[in-house]
């Protein structure tokens, strides 16, 4: 089956600094891939869709100057978390969609960010 | 509005069947889906179902469709501790997935 490999798994940084969260299509290219980000037992918020190609469309509320995001091939999108403050610690979690006559969306095993 | 509503928790004694319900608001939605999220992991695509159809059946999954109501559910048969996960249904409305909140299940042996 399709793979998406989303790195780092788990990182901790200190409060001001950035961090960059990498998702990869492996067998498949994906114009289009999401992010989403998970606080403790709750859903998974959609934060952005990125196209490859383009700017990324951000969901409201999301600020597009704090959560970079970049997708520069076909196989590649990366959220930077920029002057990362605690309230950012969260489950970020990428998705790429594989299109096709039977389009599926596979996700990555998640990144867990923790600010300090 | 987008909300998909499920019940938070379930829980089920191992062997018998667990049944996760939920609602959703659109009613273009052309596919919905059922994830399953173990601790700290990712999501996992469990099985899904094209709008069409009224019934899907997978091994011990079984998703059933009520297109009038909007009221999706996921049957799990012979449930067993490793199912014990957070399960979410989505909708897919234009490109993107709209979750649930999550129905986290409990398997008791």
């Known amino acids: 089956g399709a793979v998406v490999s989303q790195h780092p798994s788990r990182v901790i940084c200190k409060s001001g600094t950035s961090v960059k969260i990498e998702c990869r299509s492996l067998?498949?290219?994906?114009?289009?891939m999401f992010w989403y980000r998970q606080f403790p037992k709750q859903s998974l918020m959609l934060m952005a869709t990125s196209n490859e190609g383009s700017k990324a469309t951000y969901e409201q509320g999301v600020e597009k100057d704090k959560f970079l995001i970049n997708h520069a091939s076909l196989t590649l999108s990366t959220l930077t978390v920029t002057s990362a403050h605690p309230e950012d610690s969260s489950f970020y979690i990428c998705?790429?969609?594989?299109?096709?006559?039977?389009?599926?969306?596979?996700f990555g095993s998640g990144t867990q960010l923790s600010v300090l | 509005g987008e909300d998909v509503e499920q019940s938070l928790f379930l829980s089920v004694r191992e062997g018998d069947s667990s049944v996760i319900n939920c609602t959703y608001t659109d009613s273009s939605s052309t596919y919905l889906y059922w994830y399953k999220q173990e601790p700290g992991a990712g999501l996992q695509l469990l099985t899904y179902?094209?709008?069409?159809?009224d019934m899907k059946q997978d091994q011990r999954l079984t998703v059933l469709l009520n297109k009038k109501d909007k009221h999706l559910s996921l049957r799990i048969a012979d449930t067993q501790t490793g199912d014990s996960a957070i399960y979410f249904c989505?909708?897919?409305?234009?490109?993107?997935?709209?979750f649930g909140q999550g129905t986290e299940l409990s398997v008791k042996p």
């Open positions: 998705s790429a969609l594989k299109g096709g006559t039977n389009e599926k969306l596979f």
């Open positions: 179902i094209f709008s069409n159809m």
């Open positions: 067998d498949f290219q994906a114009t289009t």
């Open positions: 989505a909708e897919r409305q234009g490109g993107k997935l709209i």
